[in-house]
């Protein structure tokens, strides 16, 4: 039986079932499979043994944020095997520039159609990158208020002063103003508080300052600041500023408002609050 007339259709390399069964054809088939799975085992190798030096990498150093190196990690690991499946693809001839053109077109239609997904994590690897603010900071950003719970890829997780979660787009917190109230060891309070014109102003001046500084976590370093900032139409208004450790910045500045209430009081130093004089006439007068 001729086996080059029945079998003419192409089946390997375009080869007919004669010249597969041809002993040298199968020797050279045998040794690209062996090539290829020799390559793809040390793919798998080379690439799990690059992943696993830039996750050490993060880890090592506390400086470095291991949210990057886990995604470092995973970019390196896929791309080593995929060059390794193109590069078996190409030892058994198979013509690997359609492929590339194909995977190419597809990373295209995939970007348009997650460009909203993509540009979060572009903002994630520049908030990562550059560190605006990290895990523990009291920051604001998008109209919201909180602190830093999580930073991943695609959001920024942020729990509010009434510990409510808060999930913002990493695309909208790389977008928009930054506020890191923790960026700093130290804040400035501020206050201004009115007293009325017929009070001695010197006296006033030094009940608000004493009451202020008589505080443990009131600073002397920086200088605190006191001055008359305003003449109201019923008051006349101190401005106040004071230097504080940035974790009592809150608690600090509510808590003086009222200490300084009371000493003004005990004082005798009026506080004024807005009036209205209303004169009521009869009909007929």
């Keep these: 039986m001729d086996f080059n007339a029945i079998y003419t259709t192409p089946f390997i390399y375009g ?6 069964l041809n002993p040298d054809l199968l020797a050279t088939f045998t040794g690209n499979v062996l090539a290829a799975v020799g390559i793809l085992l040390a ?5 799990r043994w690059a992943s696993g030096r830039i996750k050490h990498l993060g880890l090592k150093y506390e ?14 690991r896929y ?17 690997t520039t359609s492929f590339v053109a194909v995977i190419g077109a597809a990373g295209l239609a995939i970007g348009l159609a997650l460009q909203g997904t993509l540009s ?18 009291f920051i604001e950003v998008g109209g919201q208020m909180g602190t830093v719970k999580n930073i991943t890829l695609n959001f920024t997780e942020i729990a509010s002063i009434g510990n409510v979660q808060i999930i913002v787009p990493n695309a909208q917190v790389w977008g928009n103003t930054i506020v890191n109230y923790s960026a700093y060891p130290l804040r400035r309070a501020e206050w201004e508080f009115g007293v009325g014109y017929g009070a001695n102003l010197a006296d006033a001046q030094r009940i608000i300052l004493e009451t202020i500084m008589a505080d443990p976590r009131s600073m002397a370093e920086p200088e605190p600041f006191i001055q008359v900032n305003n003449l109201n139409a019923s008051s006349v208004d101190f401005l106040v500023r004071v230097w504080v450790d940035a974790g009592e910045f809150f608690t600090y500045q509510a808590e003086m408002k009222r200490k300084v209430k009371e000493a003004l009081d005990a004082g005798g130093v009026d506080i ?4 209205r004089t209303i004169i009521m006439e009869k009909p007929g007068e």
């Design 43 to 47: 793919a798998f190798i080379v690439s």
């Design 63 to 76: 400086s470095l944020d291991d949210t990057l190196f886990m995604f470092l990690s995973a970019i390196i």
């Design 272 to 275: 004024p609050f807005p009036t």
């Design 120 to 137: 979060n994590v572009a903002a994630g690897v520049m908030i990562i990158l550059f560190r605006p603010f990290k895990l523990g900071d």
């Design 15 to 20: 080869k007919s079932l004669a010249d597969i």
């Design 79 to 95: 791309a080593i095997l995929i060059f390794a499946g193109l590069f078996v693809l190409n030892t058994f001839g198979v013509q």
